[in-house]
C-alpha cells in the first residue's frame, strides 16, 4: 500500500477515535448570584481537537409540591452549540437566560420547539424519548425534594445523565448556584449557598463535601479550565498507595 495512502487511512481512523469519545456537560450555573443575567456560559466536556455540533435542551421540572403528575415542557427551546474542544477537551459557549430553579438539561443531536410539551398526559415521564435524536448528556438540578424525584425518574428513563438530589436547604438559598463536574472523575457536584450566604458543595446523592477536599476551589467557577477534583485524605491515600503495592507484588 502506498505511503501517502497509509497515512491518509491512519489520520481517518485517528479522527474517528477521536469523534467516538463521551461529550459531556461539564460546568454551569443553575442560579448564579446577583440577578438573572441575559446570558449564561455553559462548558461541555470531550474529546480534544473534535468538533461537536448539537443542540443544549432546557426542560422545566419546576412542579407544584402536591402535584401527582408534573407537566414536562420547554420554555425557551434548544440551544445550538458548536464548536471544536480545546487542548483541555472544553469547549465554552453562551446561551440565553433558561428556566429555573428546577430544570434539566439534555444535550442531544435534535433540536425541539420551544413550548413543546414533553408530557402531554402529564404522567411524569417523556411521551417520546426518540425525539431527542441521539442523548449525550442530561443533568437535571432542583430546589424541592418532590422536582428532584421527578429528575430522577427523568435521568432513569433518558438512560443516561445525572439528577442532583436536593441538598435539604430551604428557602431562596435551595436553588443551586452552580454545578460542576470533578475534573478527573467526572463526578457530577452542585454548590449551594445556605441561609446564613454560606457555600456548601453537595455531591449527585444530597451528601455535603467538604470544600478543602478539593485540589482546587470548587466554589469559584472554572469555565475554560479544568475543574476542581476531589484529593483523597491521607487514609485513603495511603490505603490505595498500599493496595497498588500490594497488587504489584502479587503480579511479581
Not at 455553559?42 to 455540533?53: D, H, K, P, Q, V
Not at 445523565?161 to 467526572?186: I, K
Not at 463526578?187 to 455535603?208: K, L, P
Not at 491521607?234 to 507484588?249: E, I, M, N, Q, V
Amino acid at each position: 500500500m502506498h505511503t501517502s495512502m497509509i497515512a491518509s487511512l491512519a489520520g481517518l481512523a485517528l479522527s474517528a477515535s477521536a469523534l467516538a469519545g463521551p461529550v459531556l456537560i461539564n460546568e454551569f450555573q443553575p442560579n448564579p448570584a446577583g440577578t438573572d443575567p441575559t446570558t449564561t456560559t455553559i462548558e461541555l466536556r470531550g474529546t480534544a481537537g473534535a468538533s461537536f455540533s448539537g443542540f443544549l435542551i432546557n426542560i422545566d421540572t419546576d412542579g407544584p409540591a402536591s402535584s401527582g403528575a408534573f407537566a414536562i415542557v420547554n420554555p425557551t427551546g434548544s440551544f445550538a452549540i458548536s464548536g471544536v474542544f480545546d487542548a483541555n477537551g472544553l469547549l465554552t459557549v453562551s446561551v440565553a437566560d433558561f428556566e429555573n430553579p428546577s430544570f434539566g438539561f439534555v444535550l442531544a443531536s435534535n433540536s425541539l420547539a420551544a413550548g413543546t410539551d414533553l408530557d402531554a398526559n402529564n404522567d411524569g415521564l417523556f411521551d417520546n424519548v426518540s425525539a431527542f435524536g441521539t442523548i449525550f448528556d442530561a443533568i437535571f438540578v432542583s430546589d424541592q425534594v418532590e422536582d428532584a424525584a421527578l429528575g430522577a425518574a427523568l435521568v432513569s428513563q433518558l438512560g443516561v445523565g445525572t439528577n442532583l438530589a436536593f441538598s435539604g436547604l430551604t428557602g431562596n438559598s435551595s436553588e443551586p448556584l452552580s454545578v460542576f463536574r470533578d475534573g478527573v472523575t467526572n463526578a457530577v457536584y452542585q454548590v449551594v449557598v445556605d441561609g446564613a450566604g454560606a457555600s456548601s458543595v453537595f455531591d449527585a446523592a444530597g451528601s455535603q463535601v467538604t470544600a478543602p477536599f478539593f485540589g482546587g476551589d470548587p466554589l469559584i467557577t472554572s469555565f475554560g479550565a479544568v475543574n476542581a477534583t476531589i484529593v483523597p485524605t491521607p487514609g485513603a491515600a495511603a490505603l490505595l498507595g498500599l493496595g497498588g503495592l500490594l497488587a504489584s507484588r502479587r503480579r511479581r
